[in-house]
């Protein structure tokens, strides 16, 4: 041990102010993995939400098709949330996002049917009195 000049003991090295930096380091990580965590889940949940609200907007003839598929690649999932698996979290996040992106093009695809139909309706329409269509 070296003695300071005012009489305090300090350690060769001064290891304990880096030690103190790195347990004050090590806290604020695991405060930042806490908001990470909870900011993922938060964020997933919303997308679960809207994943649920788009459902009622999906032909029902199209969901009748969809959903065994759907609820296959739920049923699919090997977690073990008692472990905590990152391995578990990325598989969640894929079932998830991909899911909303297949809801989503089946409500698309139900919009793109009714803008056909309207610009079909549209051009079949009577012109008005000297009016000339546009093509």
């Given at each position: 041990?070296?003695?300071?000049?005012?009489?305090?003991?300090?350690?060769?090295?001064?290891?304990?102010?880096?030690?103190?930096?790195?347990?004050?380091?090590?806290?604020?990580?695991?405060?930042?993995?806490?908001?990470?965590?909870d900011?993922?889940?938060?964020?997933?949940?919303?997308?679960?939400?809207?994943?649920?609200?788009?459902?009622?907007?999906?032909?029902?003839?199209?969901?009748?098709?969809?959903?065994?598929e759907?609820?296959?690649?739920?049923?699919?999932?090997?977690l073990?949330?008692?472990?905590?698996?990152?391995?578990?979290?990325?598989?969640?996040?894929?079932?998830?996002?991909?899911?909303?992106?297949?809801?989503?093009?089946?409500?698309?695809?139900?919009?793109?049917?009714?803008?056909?139909?309207?610009?079909?309706?549209?051009?079949?329409?009577?012109?008005?009195?000297?009016?000339?269509?546009?093509?």
């Open positions: 041990m070296v003695k300071k000049s005012d009489g305090q003991k300090k350690s060769r090295g001064g290891g304990e102010g880096l030690q103190d930096d790195f347990v004050r380091a090590l806290k604020l990580l695991r405060t930042q993995a806490h908001e990470v965590c900011n993922f889940t938060l964020r997933r949940e919303g997308n679960i939400e809207t994943i649920i609200s788009c459902l009622a907007t999906v032909p029902r003839k199209k969901l009748r098709e969809m959903l065994p759907w609820l296959r690649e739920i049923r699919s999932l090997k073990k949330p008692q472990k905590g698996r990152l391995k578990d979290l990325k598989e969640i996040d894929r079932i998830i996002a991909g899911l909303q992106e297949k809801v989503m093009d089946t409500q698309e695809k139900k919009g793109q049917k009714t803008r056909k139909r309207s610009k079909h309706v549209a051009e079949k329409a009577p012109a008005p009195d000297g009016a000339q269509l546009i093509k």
